[in-house]
């Protein structure tokens, strides 16, 4: 993938790479008060999710 005429694609200071083989049934984005209890819910009903935030582990849930 390129960027604006022909430069390096942005690439944030924490890009994710999913590799081959990883398959979920939803991906939310933001670990605060909402995605942690979208993602319980669905982890819940049997759903496999991966949660994605900016944040390390000690600030989840916003």
Do not use: C
């Not at 604006?4 to 942005?10: D, L």
């Not at 991906?27 to 209890?37: E, K, M, P, R, T």
């Amino acid at each position: 993938m390129k960027g604006a005429r022909g430069t390096a694609p942005y690439r944030s200071r924490s890009a994710l790479r999913l590799g081959d083989g990883m398959d979920y049934d939803a991906v939310i984005v933001g670990a605060g008060l909402a995605g942690l209890i979208a993602a319980n819910e669905l982890v819940q009903a049997g759903r496999r999710v991966a949660l994605l935030d900016e944040e390390n582990a000690s600030n989840l849930g916003g």
